[in-house]
């Protein structure tokens, strides 16, 4: 599938296509590594990945999707959303960082600045990814226990954690606002992490067109000498890491 | 090492450090790779990669760092640079797309720019890829060949391919203007990619401060009651993929 | 009525408030003057004039309201456009540069657009200023001969001299498509260019709710000492200009 | 002298020149009617006018340069800064927003950095506006109670007014320190405005080198026909405004 992500790139790039997608679900759902898996094979000029923090005070006074809109894509451009404009439908109405006014606006707009963004040609793909509860704890529970994941844990999520229906029932309402024929939802069972990126990336490629696009021929010819090994004179690189078990 | 570059991350945050990796070196040399392994671990809200694309026609007119400043990072954030303002030292130079003085007024501005940057407390580190002619010539027929790699090879790179030791002069003068007390260079022997990883993960980490800082106690509570399956009502979650081995 | 402007923008500081004014209409009109008679008594940094230059190419292949949306404004934010995305549906449909689909596109999603703007709060102000052809024509006159006012004549004003009809055609369905219930325009007759500037002024503040908010009240005691006259060490100022009818 | 400004703009337009003039000075001085003398007769496409409001949380931890270099021109741009980066030696030093430390840094930067502008071909000119105590003290009163006028009046602006000598000293710091050859300061006497905005300007025209560029000859045939007056069918321009005076 690696190799149909790349030749969905060249496709994009070579017609011009602006392709969206939106990464969305329960915490611990595994969306970093949905994310991972949509951009590693893709040049990272053409893939961005847009995370953004909190508002600031001035941006918390505009339209609530402009600080969005600065991201979407140009020409050839892929950009895959980590948390969307849908966190007003999720995380910021069941934690009370909007107001149920807020959000029922949000509600009724966002299809409509979909449908905008859809006829101007863009490609939008929306993602939700789902997971049991039971699962989430043990998540959860890993990164309180793993270092390497303890910084994924954030108070906000130890407080969203008896918030689980709360949760479900906001995404509910989110599904049946914003699941427009012009820009439907698509969920995905992250139960088993590594199966719901398959499935998600499979999806995906099945909702594009026919994406042949040949590379174009490049003519290698022979070096024509001995390569060269490096040589530096100014300064050396520094010594290579000897991995301990290799050291003794 | 993962451990270690969290770690980092806890310290850049909680300390309000703002830290600059520059990743330069050969084509193929395995950039990619390195800023990966940098970054795979870490929040993505607080550790961003910046590959910027050719400079438009209005920035091609600006003071060159400018394009780049507005990247800079704020308080905690960790900031990885996919080439950098040395664009101008190495490919501009060697092909030709800026003229001999431009190059030298960079190569002069760069060490006092950096100087300020420094002064004004960024951590700044400057990693220089370096590969063999002959490895390099391996990579670029395995890019040509394999097609998830194809993207990767440029009409540039192929142009660059006979401009080896241009390269290596470039760089050699690149050093000799910009290796200063306050930036200084660290050049890595990435024709083992995977050592070559290892090696500038490790010479990063250890030239950061000592940088314990304990992650905040969490407590975690049972969660006291019953852990709920996923329930849509809306629409139900497509299914799963099943790979093709599995299939039969 | 420069009191009542100053009026209204403290009511918006004060309110949070957030307006934007779109200024568009014939060549010669009076654009910038009506602009200026608007924002001369505000304060710079809470009343802002956005003039944007053409796309630049990654510009071109955005969403087409995209570069203007970065620009509304914040709380307490008046936003004045001198030209505004209804460059669409005049200069570029008269001129060619966008494609009769673009424009058809542009006149359907520009309510829709608008509607959002003023669901969320934006206090949204549309004028159109219009000036009779043999106006037009002594202005353009006066341009081409008065050095002041020779950078206002461009080559596309020329070209759009004989095209006074296209205008008016394309000016028509632009009303007919975009004067709606929540985005209406209003036209203001500027072919005398004072009292337009008058009747333009007079009905924007007409058209606000009542603006009242008092100044907050500011103790302003005796200085209690003799006030000092400017010392200067490091350098002086240089002398004043006399004008040549004084320097005899 | 608006003859030769527009001629500046486009000696600056046809030869690429970027240039930067800076507005600093004593409150009330007249910084905001000086600005306004250099862009009155400019296209507000070329000429603008950078008045940035207090840094936001991020801001505030980036490099201190950095949210003003964002503003820096393109090639044939004039851009105005009302107050610029010289905000740290004034204000935020004497009302105690920034700490001695930062001062102190800022000093020994600012001059290196705008060397960096210079080198790179930036046209830069500071303006420093001065005003003695007493003709300041009338126009703050001026401000208190003239309602056009009173937005000007910040609770800043009071609580500097006893601090007039401070100010004296950070100012004489300032071009102690930053007073450079590349990037020398201008002092101009702003006792009586309107010479001084006349004293700055002609000032501004006199450092510039010649800028005879001729403006491009344009044909300017006759219409060919009669002018038509304007014609609206989907809805009419409003009613003139008419002047009390006029009414009855």
């Known amino acids: 599938m690696q190799a149909e992500l790349v030749g969905m790139a060249r496709w994009a790039k070579a017609t011009g296509q602006r392709i969206v997608v939106i990464f969305e679900g329960r915490d ?3 969306k970093g590594g949905a994310i991972q898996a949509v951009r590693e094979a893709l040049n990272p000029r053409q893939c961005r990945v847009v995370a953004l923090s909190k508002p600031n005070e001035a941006e918390q006074t505009q339209w609530y999707f402009q600080r969005y809109i600065t991201h979407l894509p140009s020409a050839g451009e892929i950009v895959l959303f980590d948390r969307s404009w849908y966190n007003r439908a999720g995380v910021e109405k069941v934690m009370g960082y909007a107001s149920p006014e807020q959000v029922a606006a949000f509600l009724a707009q966002a299809p409509l600045f979909e449908k905008q963004l859809v006829e101007d040609g863009i490609l939008l793909f929306k993602y939700w990814l789902g ?3 039971a699962e989430q704890e043990e998540r959860l529970r890993e990164r309180l226990e793993d270092p390497l994941k303890r910084w994924k844990l954030s108070p906000v999520d130890l407080a969203a954690r008896d918030k689980y229906d709360a949760y479900t029932e906001a995404r509910e309402a989110m599904l049946a606002a914003t699941h427009t024929d012009w820009a439907p939802w698509t969920l995905v069972d992250f139960n088993d992490q590594k199966r719901g990126r398959l499935t ?4 995906l490629l099945d909702r594009l067109p026919d994406t042949q696009v040949e590379p174009t021929e ?3 010819p022979p070096l024509g ?4 090994p490096e040589r530096y004179s100014v300064l050396q690189p520094i010594v290579n890491y000897t991995p301990v078990d290799e050291a003794g």
């Open 28 to 30: 611990t759902a595994g």
């Open 131 to 133: 997971t049991d509860q």
């Open 200 to 203: 998600l990336v499979r999806d």
């Open 218 to 220: 490049i003519d290698y």
């Open 225 to 228: 000498r001995e390569p060269l």
